[in-house]
Each structure stands twice: as C-alpha cells, then as structure tokens.
C-alpha cells in the first residue's frame, strides 16, 4: 500500500483554514498505481452477491465505476441535485466544512438489489451515511462499502457501523 500512499497529495488549507486535503490526482494520472489500487478495492468483494456498484460525484465516480468494470456490474451515480435527467430520490447530509445533497434515479435499484458503495475518501462518514440512505430509500441492500482513502483521526466509520467498510489507505 505505500505504493499507492506515495502517489496520494496533501494540500493544505484546502478547501479553507486548516483542512489538509488529500489529492487523488497523482494516483489516478499513474495507470499503475489506479490499476492497483481498483484491484485491491475490488479484491474483497470478487465473488459475492453483489448486483450493482454506487459511486458518489464526482470522485467516487472514477473508482466506482472502474470497480463495477472489474465486477462486471452496472455502475449507479449518485449525483448532486439537479443533475439526473429523470425521477429522482434525493437526501442532504453535513460534510467535514459544510453540507451537501445527493441523488439517484428512483428506478436505479430495487429490492433485490445488493450494493457496493466506492468512493475515494471516508472523513466525516456523511456522504457514505447519505449514500446508504439513499440506497435503501429505494428498498435495495447495502452490501458494503469501499474507499481508496480513510481518515481514522475524523472517526466517520463510527456512523457506518452497521455496514462493511473496506479502506485501501489510513490516515
């Protein structure tokens, strides 16, 4: 995992005052250090019931549907407001410097869905808890959750306990 930890950025002060931002820029400019850390993110999750991969905008984007590629499985956006074309399901939620909304297509999943949820970072837990939500808003299972980069300090896993996190980097 150092490999990948080498190629993550801190940027600090961003986006205000005292947040030091970890930039996934560098590991995702590297094709041998996203192409690890998709095959690490995905490795837990080989050959179970899972039937669809969430990713949340805009980074989980990236992640989420590289993982739904190497699963074989339809990739579902969860978009921020205003950007789904068709019926949608929407939740907010607090981040670590503010607050956010998010949404899905109403018909993206259903009952006998099972859901992995990728995104590139775990801080505060808010935008995973939201996620989740809104997953289950629409009857469907989340089977776990996966993310490139986890801040233990912020404790966010604390609002996910009742759901499987996988984290590749721990800060």
Known sequence: MQQLKDKIRDIPDFPKPGIIFKDITPLVKDPVALRLAVKELTKPFVNRNITAVAGMEARGFIFGSLVA???????????????????????????????ASLEIHTDAVDKNDRVLLIDDLLATGGTAKASCELIEQLGATVEALGFIIELDFIKGREKLENYEIHSLLHY
């Open 69 to 99: 590629w190497e699963l074989e499985l339809p990739f579902i956006p969860l978009r921020k407001p205003g950007k789904l074309p068709y019926d949608a399901q929407s939740v907010s939620y607090d981040l670590e410097y503010g607050s």
